[in-house]
């Protein structure tokens, strides 16, 4: 027996799907990618090249929802599944990326250097709670013009799991698939047994940068999956109410997969996100309020609607040290993650501030 939490009814989800899609109409999306721009303009959308806007309609969308694949698998690099996005799976990977870390032997918050992260990487690889590693930490020892890519060099050097990962320009992306491939056995090999997937975050409200919507275009024609990260803030880059964040998420995703699929139909893509609750008054993003969960695990229920595996950032903690505010909402986040039968969960770990 497994329990499910639902928090929106059939009819809900049908709304939020319904007003997101008219948000893509009015106003539109901004794309400051010149090929993301092209491809909804051949799809029939109506795109200001002026203003950078792309007023997608509802056929293109369906369409794209039709093409984009409801499950697929994670692979070791050792070839096999382990990750399933897609049913009601539900896995946990620590999520990324930690700015800073807390310093186990001073109890001082510090930059993470490498060492801190091999030594990371080699729990997470141990534990069996954890099913997929993620490049969690962008080590200040070498230059920043490779964080990107030595953080994935490192999970291949000393974990066997599948990767949670992401490119920080968009020419990094190459050398880093370069990297899987290697692993792989090249790239047909990776397309075929993907071993990471690429988180692809738009900017709220209803923005695409040029770089994450280049991630996102790459990733599809490498046939390597994409994660959607949308991070709407009820009450600073969204509506204040939880529905009208969800329904803010539904939009960007919904352009995502559109993007996704027009660049390749089929191509893997993970309704995900980050969304959170806004703290007026310290201008932070709380991931272990309730308000925050409950958009989570609400905008997953819009995704298994829409038949596309789902993600979220669940099981973080707002506290500074590891005490009881730590447990309580590290627990509270993870076991209504589970009860929401979200396929992906990231954050395992991380405390203070994603």
């Not at 923005?207 to 949308?230: F, H, K, M, Y």
């Amino acid at each position: 027996m497994r329990p499910k939490l639902s928090l929106l009814s059939p009819d809900l989800i049908e709304r939020i799907i319904d007003e997101g899609m008219q948000l893509l109409m009015d106003p539109g999306v901004r794309v400051h990618n010149e090929e993301a721009l092209r491809l909804l303009e051949e799809a029939g959308a109506a795109v200001d090249r002026t203003t950078q806007v792309a007023r997608i309609p509802e056929a293109i969308v369906r369409r794209a929802l039709a093409t984009a694949p409801p499950a697929f698998d994670l692979y070791s690099l050792d070839g096999e599944p382990v990750v399933h996005y897609g049913g009601d799976a539900v896995h946990f990977d620590p999520g990324s990326a930690g700015v800073a870390v807390l310093d186990s032997t001073t109890q001082v918050q510090r930059s993470p250097v490498t060492a801190d992260f091999v030594r990371f990487i080699k729990l997470a690889e141990m534990l069996p709670q954890i099913d997929a590693q993620s490049t969690a930490m962008v080590c200040r020892d070498v230059p920043e013009e490779i964080g990107d890519l030595y953080r994935l060099y490192l999970v291949l050097t000393y974990s066997r799991k599948p990767i949670v990962t992401g490119a920080f320009r968009k020419d990094t992306f190459w050398i880093m698939r370069d990297l899987l491939a290697a692993v792989a056995g090249g790239e047909e090999a990776l397309a075929a047994r993907p071993i990471a997937i690429f988180d692809v975050c738009p900017s709220p409200p209803l923005l695409w940068s040029d770089l994450t919507c280049q991630n996102l275009i790459d990733c599809a024609r490498s046939g390597i999956p994409a994660e959607l990260v949308s991070m709407p803030l009820a009450g600073a880059t969204a509506p204040v109410t939880l529905a009208g964040a969800v329904v803010q998420h539904t939009a960007e995703c919904l352009s995502g997969v559109t993007i996704c699929q027009l660049a390749r139909p089929g191509a893997p893509i993970v309704w995900g996100g980050s969304p959170a609750a806004f703290d007026m008054r310290e201008g932070t993003t709380p991931m272990g309020d309730v308000g925050t969960w409950m958009i989570d695990c609400a905008y997953a229920e819009v995704g298994k609607a829409l038949n596309l595996p789902t993600h979220a950032y669940l099981g973080m903690s707002d506290a500074k040290v590891v005490d009881a505010q730590c447990a309580l909402e590290s627990a509270g986040g993870t076991l209504l993650a589970a009860l929401a039968w979200i396929n992906m969960v990231s954050g395992a770990g991380m405390i203070d501030c994603e």
